[in-house]
């Protein structure tokens, strides 16, 4: 085996040398300011995507009612964890990824909740 710090690889070098932020901004990635909304625009960036992030969790849940439960915890998120938000990506990108993955979470979660009430059902004697 070869070693990987090796000087044909000068780009690996250990893993204590690896960087522990991202990456600087390429040509292929838009730089942080393009993509990443002040804080003070946070607000107004979310009220502005909340049709549409609507209208994902719809598909999935299948109810507006339970879709505006979902987006309105996949904004809690977002707020809470913006810090995270590099900006490689749009900020509707980011958000509409963790609105799905609320989506999938509350699916799991109506899953189990039905599954728990059809045990309850078979066990009630009948009336």
């Known amino acids: 085996m070869t070693d990987r710090t090796d000087a044909s690889f000068p ?9 522990e932020s991202a990456p600087p901004a390429s040509p292929s990635w838009p730089s942080d300011a393009e993509n990443r909304p002040r804080e ?5 960036e979310l009220a502005s995507l909340r049709a549409r992030m609507i209208s994902v ?8 009612d339970d879709a505006e439960d ?6 809690e ?5 913006y810090h995270q938000f590099h900006g490689r990506s749009r ?6 990824r963790i609105v799905v993955n609320e ?25």
């Open 11 to 19: 780009h690996l070098g250990a893993p204590e040398d690896a960087p």
């Open 40 to 44: 003070s625009e946070l607000a107004n």
């Open 70 to 75: 979902v987006v309105q915890s996949g904004y």
């Open 77 to 81: 998120k977002a707020v809470r964890n």
């Open 103 to 127: 989506a999938l979470m509350w699916l799991r979660s109506e899953g189990r909740r039905n599954r728990h009430r059809q045990v309850l059902e078979q066990r009630e004697p009948p009336a």
């Open 91 to 96: 900020f509707s990108t980011w958000l509409h």
């Open 57 to 64: 969790a719809v598909r999935y849940t299948g109810s507006r």
